[in-house]
């Protein structure tokens, strides 16, 4: 029966076909697994008497028999067949009046972890535009502040004083440069083409070798059957040498020690959810370093413009490499504990 659903066994969301007065006529696997149950015990029961509490659903059938349902949401609790609670993220829905009623079900630890994900992602968007327009303020008076101190040197009386304009001058210019890097990455075009995942490796792999000859050792594990995905390869670069330069340097000592170690690793994942967009093909890049760990005061804010957990550090790279990711509609994401620190790369493949 309802062979034509058999692609709904896919899904790890949990779905009931239920008709207008709430029993079950078709359920998928998810939601016969969730509820220690099968297909033969569900079909033909109420399916409200799996919920902790059945109002909101007896509502969503009222609400449909009144031909008032549309779609409807709400929070519940699922209990299965060994009296275990599962919170999920309903949505009731009836395509046409009269009709059967789909019910979806999303666990809700998933639901919320989107979701702080999404609320990370846009506060992190809002900070980025927050300093580009404090980039902008700053830039424009720079430039008729270093023009004023120059003349000023010229007319000074006492060249004694000329200390002091070159401390102007001096400081504007670093300033200047701190603020065009603030405005690079969103001025950078992008320049898409094929690009291999593993040749952008490679490339890091021999610059970061050249920077540490000896003490990094550099382990690649790649899935060399990765398609190409569309991307501006020099902007790639830039990502994933940022967070190996990182690496190198929070491995100060290992390197000396001749024990540091930064793993390259490539694999392909199914079915993810980037930035809203749901992609069947992803790749995953992990930037893995055996160093000592982000730094627990940073760790919320890495990669927020300005943090930065080093001495003469601009805290620039990763809010970078986040931006770069993000334009390709890829995500970035990082674990970190003493010994293993993982960057990890998510970008969707056509
Ligand atoms: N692999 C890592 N191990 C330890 N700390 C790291 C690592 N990657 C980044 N960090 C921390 O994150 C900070 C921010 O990095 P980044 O944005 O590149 O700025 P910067 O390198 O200029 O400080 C670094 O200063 C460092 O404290
Ligand atoms: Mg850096």
């Known amino acids: ?40 015990l569900i079909v033909g029961t109420p399916l409200a008497q799996y919920f902790q509490e059945a109002t909101a659903f007896q509502n969503a059938l009222q609400a449909a028999n009144l031909q008032q349902l549309g779609t409807l949401s709400f929070d519940a609790v699922l209990i299965d ?5 599962l919170s999920v ?3 009731a829905s009836q395509p046409e009046p009269n009709a059967e009623i789909w019910i979806e079900m999303h666990p809700q630890d998933a639901q919320a972890k989107q979701e702080r994900e999404q ?33 000023l040197e010229m007319d000074l009386p006492s060249p004694d004083l000329k200390e002091y304009t070159q401390v ?14 603030l405005l690079a990455p969103h001025r950078q075009a992008k320049i898409v083409s094929d690009v291999n995942i593993h040749e952008v490796c490679e490339r890091v792999r021999s610059v970061v070798l050249a920077q540490y000859p000896k003490g990094l050792q550099i382990k690649r594990d790649y899935d ?10 020099e902007q790639l670069i830039q990502v994933v040498l940022n967070i190996a330069q990182n690496a190198c340097q929070a491995m100060g000592t290992l390197i000396e020690n001749a024990q540091a ?3 390259l690793k490539t694999r392909i994942v199914n079915q993810v959810t980037l930035e809203r967009h749901r992609y069947k093909l992803a790749l995953e890049l992990h930037i893995i370093d055996n160093g000592p760990g982000i730094e627990e005061s940073i760790k919320d804010t890495l990669f927020f413009p300005l943090v930065s957990g080093r001495d003469g550090g601009s805290g620039l790279g990763l809010t970078i490499a986040q931006t770069f990711v993000v334009q390709h509609g890829g995500q970035i994401e990082c674990s970190s ?3 293993k620190t993982d960057f990890k790369i998510l970008l969707p493949l056509p």
């Open 261 to 263: 170690q930064l793993i």
């Open 119 to 151: 609320r990370l992602s846009d506060q992190a968007q809002a900070n980025k535009e927050l300093v580009r327009n404090l980039a902008h303020e700053i830039k424009n008076p720079l430039g008729g502040i270093r023009g004023a101190a120059q003349l």
């Open 224 to 233: 060399v059957s990765i398609p190409e995905l569309r991307a501006d390869k």
């Open 337 to 339: 504990v003493p010994g």
């Open 89 to 91: 993220y309903v949505s």
């Open 1 to 40: 029966m309802h062979q034509r659903f058999a692609v709904l066994d896919n899904l790890s969301t949990l779905i009931a076909l239920v008709s207008n007065n709430g029993q079950v006529v078709y359920s998928n696997s998810a939601l016969e697994a969730a509820l220690v149950s099968s297909h033969r």
């Open 168 to 181: 102007i001058i001096h400081e504007s210019d670093r300033l200047q440069s701190l603020v065009d890097r």
């Open 81 to 85: 067949s060994f009296d275990k609670a």
